[in-house]
C-alpha cells in the first residue's frame, strides 16, 4: 500500500474522531440548555407565571394535556396556563418539577430533539403538614432550535398502563 495513501487514511480517521468528539460535545452542550428549557418552565410555574411558563413554546406549539384538551399556539397556552395557575391557587399551590433523572433526551437532527419526562406537581404544605407525594405525568415533548435558542413544538401528556 502506498505510503501516501496510508497518510491520508489515517488523517481522515483523526478527524473523523475529532468531528465525533465536536458533535459528542455539542449534544451535550444542547442536552444542558433543554434541560434548562424544561426546568425554566417549571421555575415559571412555582413563580406563578404564565406568560414565562408559555415562553418556553414556540409561536405556533400545540399541547395535548392529560385530559384531552388540545392547545395551539403560544396564547392559548399562556391563557391555559393563567387559569391552571388560578385554579392551583384557589385548592392551596402546588409545587412544579421535572426530576432530572426522568428526562431522556433524544437529537433527530441538530435542531430537533425528543425529550421523555415527568411532570410532577407537589401539593404545597400548609404550616404544621407534612407534603404531600408529587403526582407525576408522563409527558414527550419535541423541542426545535432556531436563531441557538431551543423551545418547545409539541407536548404530549401521557396515561400511565392500568394494571
Known amino acids: 500500500m502506498n505510503h501516501t495513501l496510508i497518510a491520508s487514511l489515517f488523517t481522515l480517521s483523526c478527524l473523523s474522531a475529532v468531528q465525533g468528539r465536536v ?12 434541560r434548562a428549557v ?3 418552565h417549571a421555575n415559571a410555574w412555582n413563580q406563578r407565571d404564565a406568560k414565562a411558563a408559555a415562553s418556553v413554546y414556540t409561536q405556533d406549539a400545540v399541547i395535548r394535556t392529560s385530559s384531552g ?4 399556539g403560544r396564547a392559548a397556552i399562556e391563557q391555559a396556563h393563567r387559569e391552571w395557575l388560578a385554579e392551583d391557587t384557589a385548592s392551596g399551590g402546588s409545587i ?15 435542531d430537533v430533539a425528543t425529550a421523555d419526562l415527568d411532570g410532577c406537581m407537589t401539593p404545597r404544605a400548609s404550616a404544621g403538614q407534612s407534603t404531600s407525594a408529587a403526582d407525576c405525568v ?12 431551543w423551545q418547545v413544538t409539541e407536548q404530549r401528556a401521557l396515561l400511565r398502563g392500568r394494571t
Open 23 to 34: 458533535a459528542s460535545a455539542q449534544h451535550s452542550a444542547d442536552e444542558d440548555l433543554i
Open 38 to 40: 424544561i426546568q425554566a
Open 69 to 72: 384538551q388540545l392547545l395551539t
Open 96 to 110: 412544579h418539577s421535572h426530576p432530572l433523572e426522568t428526562i431522556k433526551i433524544r437529537f433527530l437532527r441538530p
Open 138 to 149: 408522563p409527558l414527550f415533548i419535541i423541542l426545535i432550535k432556531r436563531e441557538g435558542r
